[in-house]
């Protein structure tokens, strides 16, 4: 089964290239252009199949990404997430600076990367957050700042 990767950035070129080379990974994704129908997803998976990994992008218009994380991780906390057996979604910043990264794990991302991207990092730093998550822990989830 294709591990479910949600993408959430408002450039419509970035999300579409990472959106085609998660694609040609044989990742399932769903991929949308702002914050709140970022959040929206995320809660409408938690019924049934949930995210296996969010790419959010922090420089949105309205509702930038670390408002996005920090709901996303305010909503685990009430759901009592992450625990001894669910873990918290990983979470991989994008951003045009580095202005931001001190926050950005402050609130709960996995992993941080600038833009611009190259594909094959991306899936790199992706695989790697895949695997430690299906990974013996004990219970949380492993955030490198």
């Known amino acids: 089964m294709s591990k479910k990767i949600l993408i959430i950035d408002d450039d419509r070129v970035s999300r579409s290239l990472t959106q085609k080379a998660l694609q040609a990974e044989d990742y399932a994704i769903t991929s949308v252009e702002d914050g709140p129908k970022g959040v929206t997803a995320y809660l409408n998976s938690l019924a049934s199949a949930p995210f296996d990994l969010i790419v959010l992008d922090i ?84 955030q490198t700042p």
């Open 59 to 142: 420089g949105m218009k309205g509702m930038d990404g670390l408002r996005v994380l920090k709901m996303i991780r305010q909503e685990e906390a009430s759901r009592g997430i992450p625990g001894a057996k669910v873990r918290s979604v990983p979470v991989i910043m994008l951003t045009a600076s580095v202005e931001h990264r001190q926050k950005a794990f402050e609130t709960g991302c996995s992993d941080y990367m600038v833009k611009p991207v190259a594909a094959g990092m991306l899936l790199t730093k992706i695989r790697e957050r895949l695997l430690q998550e299906s990974s013996p822990q004990d219970g949380r989830q492993g």
